[in-house]
């Protein structure tokens, strides 16, 4: 009994620690003056960035509504950890690009001894993220992805091949659901481009790429752990069970790699993709040696820049290509407009080569008004190197506060973007552009640490949505799911019921 008494208290002490210790911080912004929602509801006025039913995107809703327009920033809490919400996009232009020096990192939690994988440029800082970058940065120049862009077609015609065989199938209406395909595609499109390697995950037969792909994508909730657990303290994402988010995935990565770059000097392999970019990327690096740019660009550091290629490319290219199908589907008569542009445009350049896709204006005002309505990373995040006081105000904000910019908000915000909900691509005309800050659509970051291959995605999802114009029309069918709900644990909005269409041939 007095053990179980004994036991009994120290659990009740050890729990009180970890109240006090968890909540020591919550009168952090009060302290400074700082306008911040309630943080004793322990989790903030943002359920603490868990799931708690609510869509990882839409976190920053009630603090958004609550001081946009009063403040240009206000203070919230990720766990114990202090945040800072940047409302004004003057203050984000600030924090993104103008003072960029003071906040270099997204202080990510990474483990590259244990982990190698992590060692990508979206988790790098300090001077190795800066020499990997403007390494990195002309691999996604227009001349090299035109290099690239026939690995593209040849996949874009499976595409095609097998879109025709499930729209024919028996018993099915010509419905076809998308998004399994549509992430098929892409995985096949960046295995090719990023690790050299033909998988072809669209015959629908099983293969490690498209395993390891799915393993990655149901870690979203432990992905949300770990976010949650560095942010009350960074040495417990070590102490957990995974080293890894996706143990299997990660070893069939890294050895993939080193068997490509093994097999490629070996039998003096020329393929025009990224590998070969990083392989001489790494011949360039080792000549560097002793310089404040070499990197030590070895297989693994290798891996892990095409495996984030992976990451970022996979599902945000299906998601949107299937929201701009869905949203044609709805709308018939933007959907013939699109797709005489696309007929247009391939007839004037002989076919759908890299001038044309380029030149398809629509068809890139459509996916840019995708990325505003479906906005895939809701929030980007920042953390200060140094001390800095932000302009017009007496705040000091040092390392220990993270800045979240909330560009879910942002893009669904009235005074931006007037009845946010409608879907608009005129939204995106020059004229339209010319007469928004630019600092209100964000939905690949700004300044120094924007998406690296914002020009790559762009491009792929031109040629998978023109493709498919070109060939196919979409209909809203009896499986449409006109609501589309999302998926709510998921990073980014994602279709709870796939993109479910009908599919026609395009006359
Ligand atoms: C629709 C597709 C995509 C969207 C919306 C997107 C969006 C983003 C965003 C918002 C960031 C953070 C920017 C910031 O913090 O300012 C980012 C960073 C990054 N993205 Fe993308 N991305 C996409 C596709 C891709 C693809 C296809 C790749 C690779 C082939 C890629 C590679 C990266 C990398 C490596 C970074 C980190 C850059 C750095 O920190 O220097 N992304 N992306």
């Not at 993104?96 to 990192?105: A, I, M, R, V, W």
């Not at 098929?184 to 481009?193: G, L, P, Q």
């Not at 890139?364 to 190197?385: A, D, H, Q, S």
């Not at 893009?411 to 004229?431: L, S």
């Amino acid at each position: 009994m007095a053990l179980i008494s004994v036991l009994l208290g120290g659990v009740a002490g050890l729990l009180g620690l970890f109240i006090v210790y968890f909540s020591w911080n919550f009168n952090y912004w009060h302290k400074r003056g700082v306008p911040s929602a309630n943080p004793f509801s322990l989790f903030g006025d943002r359920g603490g960035g868990l799931p708690f039913g609510k869509s990882f995107w839409s976190l920053l809703d009630p603090v958004y509504k609550k001081y946009k327009g009063k403040h240009a920033f206000v203070g919230t809490f990720q766990a114990r950890r202090p945040v800072l919400v940047a409302l004004d996009p003057d203050l984000i232009k600030t924090i993104l690009t103008k003072e960029y020096s003071h906040f270099q990192g997204r202080g990510q939690a990474f483990d590259e001894e244990n982990d190698p994988l992590s060692a990508h440029l979206f988790n790098l800082e300090g001077p190795r993220w800066k020499a990997l970058r403007s390494k990195l940065s002309p691999v996604f120049t227009s001349g090299k992805l035109k290099v690239m862009f026939p690995l593209m077609t040849d996949v874009g015609q499976k595409l095609d091949a097998r879109l025709r065989v499930l729209a024919a199938e028996k018993g099915t209406d010509g419905e076809v659901e998308l998004k399994d395909l549509l992430v098929r595609y892409s995985t096949d499109i960046i295995a090719s481009v990023a690790f050299g390697v033909t998988c072809d995950s669209l015959s629908g037969e099983a293969n490690e790429f498209h395993t390891a792909s799915r393993e990655v994508f149901s870690a979203n909730l432990l992905f949300i752990i770990r976010l949650f657990l560095s942010s009350i303290h960074p040495a417990l994402v070590k102490l957990l069970p995974f080293t890894s988010l996706f143990n299997k995935a990660s070893t069939f990565f890294l050895s993939l790699m080193k068997e490509t770059v093994e097999f490629r000097e070996k039998n003096k392999v020329d393929r025009n993709d990224l590998v070969k970019l990083m392989m001489q990327l790494r011949e360039a690096d080792s000549r560097e040696a002793g310089t404040a740019n070499h990197i030590g660009f070895n297989e693994n550091l290798m891996a892990a820049q095409a495996f984030v290629f992976f990451a970022a490319g996979l599902e945000n290219n299906a998601n949107g290509v299937g929201f701009a199908l869905h949203e044609l589907s709805v709308n018939p008569e933007l959907q013939q407009r699109a797709a005489a542009e696309v007929r247009a445009c391939s007839a004037r350049h002989g076919g759908l080569t890299y001038e044309a896709v380029q030149e398809m204006e629509l068809v890139e005002r459509i996916l840019r008004e995708v990325l505003r309505k479906y906005c895939p990373v809701g929030t980007l995040t920042r953390e200060p190197t140094t001390a800095f006081q932000l302009p017009n105000s007496e705040l000091v904000i040092d390392k220990s506060v993270w800045v979240w910019i909330p560009v879910w908000q942002l893009a669904h915000d009235p005074d931006f973007f007037p009845d946010p909900e409608r879907f608009d691509p005129d939204r995106f005309t020059d004229q339209a552009r010319e007469q928004r800050h630019p600092y209100a659509y964000l939905p690949f970051g700004e300044g120094p640490r924007f998406c690296v291959a914002e020009r790559f995605a762009i491009l792929e999802m031109k040629l998978c949505l023109a493709g498919l114009l070109d060939k196919f029309a979409f209909s809203v069918g009896r499986k449409t799911d006109l609501k589309l709900e999302f998926v709510p644990t998921a990073f980014s909005p994602t279709p709870k019921k796939g993109f479910w269409l009908k599919v026609d041939e395009r006359p």
